[in-house]
């Protein structure tokens, strides 16, 4: 499909409505599996059923900008749906915002994003799709970039877009309205993000935009927007914001709490198996392709009885085979019960130090296992250091000449050989 800056328009909505077999019940069922909403409900239950009755696929639209180089479990969550719906045949694309990128999308924040350089949103978006097809079937999805119909606009095409929309109607978003009355600054480019995001809908005759909960108002944006182009107005479907690892806070790097989607496998089901009994449930809602039927199950036997790290064994093997292997995800349990029983990885880096004899904090720091000196002393200090599996107490401690395993917390481990 090539987009032009007036995209032709589609047919309305056809007023009659069309009933909905079981195909179509359980694709809705499906659809809403985990969702925060679904917008408009009824109206896509009858896209479903007019693409069943006509086997066209329906056009399902997911827009990232490569504002990080690395994806992790968190962003995975919009992807899990989107696999979803290209397993039941629907046309998904795969749309990477390099011409939003610039602008910076200012959704959920209190202050102006720096817009990205051409060359960080290049570098960022070549691993983007690679890393994406670890959850889409890349032999079914459609891949654009919002440059291509965004750029040709120009600044005539750019204004008359922006005819289309209000400052009041801008105004009612959630953030613009508290920086406003903070006296935060707001610049006039900000408000050219929703609009070119809604544009892409109107670009790629979306019926269907995915996106977080903090999107929501991009999303309606588009759906207005299709409306002024003469389209059939897209529904919107937002996925709940998934918590780290702290079970807090939003899954984020710079939070530390995430599961990064390319980590080694052992640290990958290490880290599953970390979160707590409760937030277990709702990693299966939003990351496992489980069916609702077995998730079911697994509540109803943890009600009677059975023990929950069973269950979340499951679901820390099924993660690590969708991104990495089936046998890798048998591997990381074996790795796992083993050092559950105070046994050492085998996989655990190798390195060769010198200055015996040396601090224990700087021996730490050295072998980067702890940041810094302070930091390995108060690993000592909680008892969370061993060297070949003895705690360590003595933040004086002075380690001769040898090779042995050093282990901070539970995950970081190394085989030093220490000369003098």
Not at 85 to 93: A, K, P, R
Request: net charge neutral.
């Amino acid at each position: 499909m090539t987009s032009t800056a007036n995209p032709t328009p589609v047919s309305s909505t056809p007023n009659q409505l069309l009933p909905l077999s079981d195909a179509v019940q359980h694709a809705l069922a499906v659809a809403k599996r985990g969702v925060d909403e679904l917008l408009i409900e009824s109206e896509f239950a009858q896209k479903l059923a007019r693409s069943e009755q006509s086997g066209v696929p329906l056009r399902i639209k997911l827009g990232l900008d490569p504002t990080a180089p690395d994806l992790h479990l968190g962003h995975t969550v919009v992807l899990n749906k989107m696999r979803q719906l290209q397993d039941l045949g629907h046309t998904v694309i795969f749309l990477i915002g390099d011409f939003t990128s610039m602008i910076g999308d200012p959704s959920g924040r209190n202050a102006t994003r720096p817009p990205l350089t051409r060359e960080q949103i290049e570098d960022n978006a070549q691993t983007y799709f690679k890393q994406a097809s670890l959850v889409l079937d890349a032999s079914k999805t459609e891949i654009r970039y919002n440059s291509e119909w965004c750029d040709p606009l120009g600044a005539r095409g750019m204004i008359q877009l922006s005819s289309k929309y209000t400052v009041a109607r801008m105004m009612e978003r959630d953030d613009f309205t508290k920086r406003f009355k903070a006296g935060t600054p707001i610049s006039v480019h900000e408000f050219l993000y929703p609009l070119m995001q809604g544009y892409d809908s109107v670009a790629l005759k979306s019926d269907l935009e995915l996106g977080g909960t903090d999107q929501k108002f991009n999303l309606l944006v588009g759906r207005e927007l299709q409306k002024d182009y003469g389209q059939e107005p897209q529904c919107i479907l937002t996925m709940p914001l998934l918590e780290g690892l702290d079970g807090v806070e939003k899954m984020s790097k710079s939070k530390n709490n995430y599961i990064a989607i390319t980590e080694p496998a052992n640290t990958m089901f290490a880290k599953v198996m970390s979160i707590s009994d409760e937030m277990m449930w709702k990693y299966y809602d939003l990351l496992s392709f489980t069916s609702i039927e077995q998730i079911a199950g697994y509540k109803k036997a943890v009600a009677e009885g059975q023990n929950p790290r069973d269950i979340k064994v499951a679901l820390a093997q099924e993660i690590v085979a969708r991104f990495h292997s089936k046998q890798a995800g048998e591997d990381a349990l074996a790795d796992f019960v083993n050092r559950s029983k105070g046994g050492i990885p085998d996989d655990i880096p190798e390195l060769s130090l010198s200055g015996a004899p040396v601090g224990i904090g700087q021996l730490l720091k050295q072998a980067n296992l702890c940041a810094s000196t302070s930091e390995a002393l108060r690993m000592v200090e909680q008892g969370g250091v061993r060297i070949d599996s003895v705690v360590i107490s003595d933040k004086g401690l002075k380690v001769e000449a040898g090779t042995f395993v050093l282990q901070v917390g539970k995950r970081k481990f190394a085989r030093v050989t220490l000369s003098a």
